[in-house]
């Protein structure tokens, strides 16, 4: 197998792509990547790109916006605990900018609680459905 390009990509950029080839039967790696990426992905992949492509004025490299737009750091702190790594000239006041941008896709995230909970109640059915058939 020949590498022909690395990117670094978001998690709903990353379940894209798996639900893209899901057409065709996925292997029990992807599968497992597939599912736990549904679960913890918490923008759709357009919502990522937009969200990534507001941060860039604010010069953040390939990995920050990624690891930015994958975790969704609701206070200053917490964003410059993630740019702290790759060490970002990011001042003060673009902390702030960058954290409101990120609350104006709270709205547009998904309730990852909610997502389990339905989950969950389709297992259940599912369990009590095929109960139902053996009997």
Known sequence: MEIIEKKSLTLAESFELLNDRKKEPLSFEQQYA???LDD???????DAESLSEKLKPFGLNDIQLVKVVDLMPKKEDELKMILSSAGSGVSAEQLKEIVKIIKSFKEKEKSVDKIKKVKEESKKTEKEEKESAEN
């Open 40 to 46: 913890v992905s918490r923008l759709s992949e357009k």
């Open 34 to 36: 597939y599912d736990y």
